[in-house]
Nanobody
Framework: QVQVMESGGGSVQAGGSLRLSCAAS????????MGWFRRSPGKEREAVAS???????RHVDSVKGRFTISKDYVNNTLYLQMNSLKPEDTATYYC??????????????WGPGTQATVSS
């Protein structure tokens, strides 16, 4: 059974930092992808960052230079370091793990989400 669980959300002022963590277990994909999505009220869900089992990372333009996705392969934990936070980063952040097929991520499992709130 695949389990995905995020942690590390909270409330900070603009310019502050948060680090989100994601523990994922039970998946048996040989090649996998893990990523962070976010959703805020009234907006479409947005893919924030991803990392593949090949180590390649992607970040959406709006967070480049501020957010960094990384993975601790020893502890099998995914991170999203968020610096220079802006009020528009306020959202529920979701962690996913899926099967990497070419450059696409398929058969994804989702965590319940963690809230990050940035005040101005």
């Amino acid at each position: 059974q695949v389990q995905v669980m995020e942690s590390g959300g909270g409330s900070v002022q603009a310019g502050g930092s948060l680090r989100l963590s994601c523990a994922a277990s039970g998946y048996t994909y040989t090649t996998y992808c893990m990523g962070w999505f976010r959703r805020s009220p009234g907006k479409e869900r947005e893919a924030v960052a991803s990392i593949g089992s090949d180590g390649r990372t992607r970040h959406v333009d709006s967070v480049k230079g501020r957010f960094t996705i990384s993975k601790d392969y020893v502890n099998n934990t995914l991170y999203l370091q968020m610096n220079s936070l802006k009020p528009e980063d306020t959202a529920t952040y979701y962690c996913t793990v899926g099967r990497l097929v070419g450059v696409s991520c398929k058969d994804e499992y989702w965590g319940p989400g963690t809230q990050a709130t940035v005040s101005s």
